[in-house]
């Protein structure tokens, strides 16, 4: 089968921009280009556009590298103003139900539901003595969040049409063996990092985290500029050293947060795949599982996509730890 349209996804982070363009060739999706560039200071905060015009500016430079002015594009919001919850509502239709989430919201949301972009997502369906009842899960993010992020694409010359959290990016791309069980997500970004449990495709919990792969590069000496990641590769994680006192205070963080997962959902987590930047850290996946006690694997990103020839071994890399929530936007389009 043959996708004439081509998937594009655009993740914008606290250090790089990545765009990736890929499409459906016989029933594989092949990445066709890819680009990125770095961050300008100052323009975007812990996930937050605070510079839509600027960023519109130095991300249009990227677009027209990559010849895709005026194509259509997925992007994600992300960062700590990402509120999430479950829910139990009266079993109704789920357009009726999005509906009245916004009066329910209005108790514990803490940013008024007229400025928020809210979605939820079904869960379960149960009975009890009140009577027929759904779990769902809850997401919103401020509406100014999402319109800084169209503003940008706008007048890099890309069109949005569509805007998701990073989490169902990563298990587009990543998940799609339901059969699994709970399947945790481990995202570490420059500067932020969440974690994530799916539950037979579902998102069932989200867990902002404060910190980030940066930390390294400063307390190892590495400049703060667009090879970072590849300083990360040469990070050794040794007994005593800068480098391992960050990575206890990781374990300590993700161990709070699975235990806080483990208080609220009775289902086990199969196993945790480590994503982004901070999976580039030697040993980091074999450190983590000892110290949460959980299956830790590195994630591949590239297992299920064909790569062009003349894609280098660096470009591959980089494909792999850096671009994986841009790939799994640009999948939506073509599966």
Not at 183 to 211: D, E, K, M, W
Not at 249 to 266: K, L
Not at 289 to 302: K, M, S
Not at 314 to 325: A, C, G, R, Y
Request: contains cysteine; aromatic residues 8%; negative net charge.
């Amino acid at each position: 089968m043959f996708n004439i349209a081509p998937g594009i996804g655009l993740d914008i982070g606290s250090k790089k921009i990545k765009l990736v363009t890929v499409r459906l060739w016989k029933k594989r999706v092949q990445i066709i280009d890819f680009g990125s560039i770095p961050t300008p200071p100052g323009v975007v905060e812990a996930g937050y556009i605070l510079d839509p015009e600027r960023l519109g500016e130095e991300l249009g430079g990227l677009v027209a590298t990559l010849k895709l002015k005026g194509k259509r594009v997925v992007s994600a919001v992300s960062g700590q103003q990402i509120y999430t919850r479950n829910l139990v509502m009266p079993r109704m239709k789920l357009k009726e139900m999005r509906e009245a989430i916004n009066f329910q919201a209005t108790t514990f949301l803490p940013i008024p539901v007229e400025e928020s972009a809210i979605d939820i997502f079904p869960l379960r369906n149960f009975e009890d003595d009140e009577g027929k009842k759904t779990e769902v899960f809850f997401v919103a993010v401020r509406q100014q969040q999402v319109d800084n992020l169209d503003t940008a694409c706008r007048i890099a010359g890309l069109k949005l049409v569509a805007v998701e959290i990073e989490p169902l990016a990563l298990f587009r791309l990543l998940g799609q063996n339901t059969n699994l069980g709970a399947q945790g997500f481990l995202n570490i970004g420059a500067v932020r990092s969440y974690f994530t449990v799916f539950h037979n495709g579902i998102l069932i919990y989200y867990q902002s985290l404060a910190f980030g792969c940066s930390a390294f590069l400063r307390d190892n000496n590495y400049t703060n500029n667009e090879n970072d990641s590849l300083g990360l590769d040469n990070i050794e994680i040794g007994q005593g050293n800068e480098s391992y006192y960050l990575i206890k205070d990781i374990i300590a963080e993700v161990s709070r947060s699975v235990e806080y997962y483990h208080m609220q959902n009775e289902v086990g987590i199969n196993k945790i795949l480590l994503c982004g930047g901070g999976s580039r850290i030697k040993s980091l996946d074999v450190a983590l599982a000892t110290g949460i006690d959980q299956n830790v694997e590195i994630a591949d990103t590239l297992a299920d996509l064909d790569i062009s020839n003349n894609i280098n071994e660096t470009e591959i890399q980089e494909l792999k730890h850096d671009f994986s929530v841009a790939l799994g936007l640009a999948v939506r389009k073509v599966i």
